[in-house]
DNA sequence: TTCCGCCTCGGCCGAACGGACGATCCCTAG
DNA sequence: CTAGGGATCGTCCGTTCGGCCGAGGCGGAA
């Protein structure tokens, strides 16, 4: 691991990083004259040709530049409190095409990522596995007699399904059944 | 960092964990008698009233096994491959309340989190502003007559305006209307 | 002014949907 | 053995959907 530049400013980051072309850029987000968050458009953003791998080390763990680093291209998120052993790793990682990102942004990410589960109402009476199996072909926009074929059953039996689905859900047509689909994640 | 139990299948591993609570739990997904996720969902799944820190650690990668354990309520997620540093920091971070995610899987989210933008095949005909008012009732599960009493018009009006949907997305019926809704983020 | 796109309505009709019954088979728990 | 739940099928019936016509008003662009 070799260090070959070491800038003050975004817009010297961006320059020295296209001469040099290293592995890894390490930026900071607030920097002088061009924001961490630009640079690393420039650098990796979506579009570019040959992106470079860009890790953000900051102090501020705010969700907005999370969300923003990563749209940007960013290829790892750390906090300055994160210790040296994650720095080396997360260097590693990037260098490697993959990405590391602070436990405490981490844990943040994956309750976005968990929580489209629990927004609705409530279950009180779970589907079986063969309503869910209509469940996920309503939601693909299937009528009920693809449904049928799919399933190798007969009409009526989707439509009793489907019967039951409603009572279990609490809703009145098969649109609603497709979007409580959509927001539980059991299609995506 | 004490090592107080290993156990030899995912039965065992809730009986321990539930005499023994651990701060946190390493587990595999492949066990004998319960699945890893299931054994998740016991000790720290939604519901559960004093959840265990859980780290899965595994050498199956599948997005499937990814999201299942972070839908179950996982704080971590390794692959074998990662090195007894990324062990060790992930333990730490579990420990801390905070998750730790291999890079090889956590890249694979990043694009996930990055993306959720144009993943539909594209639209030669764009909807005008009227018939995306369409599109977002429908896509809550109203009935026509419903969407025609929400934007003062006519059944009538509102079966043209579907009529011209259905020809712009070249979808079938309304159930694909409402998943085009939710794919394109007209909804969430 | 003459188009053209958008929004607004109406009628007709076949297909699909959804509700309300009843019925059989199988498997598991008590 | 019996009871219950899940999955499978069937019929009847009223409502809704979606397609296919046509028509008028209204605003901007040619």
């Known amino acids: 691991m070799e260090v070959v530049a070491a800038v003050a400013d975004g817009a010297e980051a961006v320059s020295e990083a296209r001469r040099l072309r290293p592995d890894v850029c390490l930026l900071d987000i607030r920097m002088p004259k061009l924001d961490g968050l630009e640079v690393t458009r420039v650098l990796a953003g979506p579009g570019v040709e040959n992106p470079l791998r860009v890790v953000i080390v900051t102090t501020f763990d705010l969700d907005e530049y999370v969300y923003g680093a990563l749209r940007s291209?960013?290829?790892?998120?750390l906090l300055k409190d994160s210790g040296p052993t994650l720095l080396i790793e997360a260097v590693r990682a990037a260098?490697?095409?993959?990405?590391?990102?602070?436990?405490?942004?981490t844990v943040r990410l994956l309750q976005h990522l968990a929580q489209p589960k629990r927004a609705v109402p409530a279950m009180n009476d779970p589907l079986t596995d063969r309503e869910l199996d209509v469940v996920r072909l309503i939601a693909r926009g299937r009528t009920n007699?693809?449904?049928?074929?799919?399933l190798f059953v007969s009409l009526s039996t989707v439509k009793t399904h489907l019967g039951?689905?409603?009572a279990k859900l609490g809703v009145r047509n098969r649109v609603e059944i497709a979007a409580w689909a959509w927001e539980s994640g059991v299609v995506s």
Do not use: K, R
């Not at 260098?95 to 436990?103: E, H, I, K, R, Y």
């Open 145 to 150: 007699q693809e449904v049928a074929a799919e």
């Open 164 to 166: 039951s689905i409603f």
């Open 95 to 105: 260098a490697a095409g993959d990405a590391l990102v602070s436990p405490s942004v």
């Open 73 to 77: 291209g960013a290829t790892g998120f």
